[in-house]
């Protein structure tokens, strides 16, 4: 994966993902929580 950090939306994006990402281990997490209790 290359990316150019001239490119101000790469960094956007990039956050963003991160923020889709997070998000989603999140709600897997809560899953498994629930199940385990």
């Known amino acids: 994966m290359n990316i150019d950090p001239t490119v101000?939306?790469?960094h956007k994006t990039i956050d963003c993902l991160a923020e889709?990402?997070?998000r989603y281990y999140e709600v897997i997490s809560l899953q498994n929580h629930?199940?385990?209790s």
């Open 20 to 22: 889709i990402i997070l």
């Open 8 to 10: 101000p939306w790469n």
């Open 34 to 36: 629930e199940c385990i």
